[in-house]
């Protein structure tokens, strides 16, 4: 079942948020078990958004998975993750976001098997 991610959206620069925050019932101690997630930078961004471990620095690229650069009309940045081996072997709450600019972020969509 594919299930939808945000949007998440990052109060202030550099402050990493968790991308599991809005799934409801959600904690740092009860995992979100998942096949597959995608990541796409909202349409209105106007800087980087980042996607890596909590304590990611996006200056020295340590803890970054990936760099997401802005939208534009014709294409929408995104960043995919499965491991297609494993059913439900990914934990989305492992995943955190992080922008350049405050209020900006990703939404997208993951999959539990």
Same mark, same amino acid.
């Given at each position: 079942m594919e299930n939808a991610i945000g949007p998440i959206v990052t109060p202030s620069p550099i402050a990493a948020v968790n991308a599991a925050s809005n799934i409801p019932g959600y904690s740092a101690s009860r995992p979100v078990p998942c096949h597959? #997630?995608?990541?796409?930078?909202l349409l209105t961004n106007l800087g980087r958004?980042? #996607?890596?471990r909590p304590d990611m620095d996006p200056t020295t690229m340590e803890g970054v998975f990936c760099a997401l650069g802005v939208p534009t009309i014709n294409l929408t940045p995104n960043f995919s993750v499965a491991i297609t081996l494993a059913p439900n072997a990914l934990n989305l709450g492992d995943y955190w976001v992080m922008s350049d600019l405050a209020g900006e972020g990703i939404f997208g969509t993951y999959l539990v098997l």
């Open positions: 597959a #997630i995608m990541f796409q930078t958004v980042y #996607i890596g």
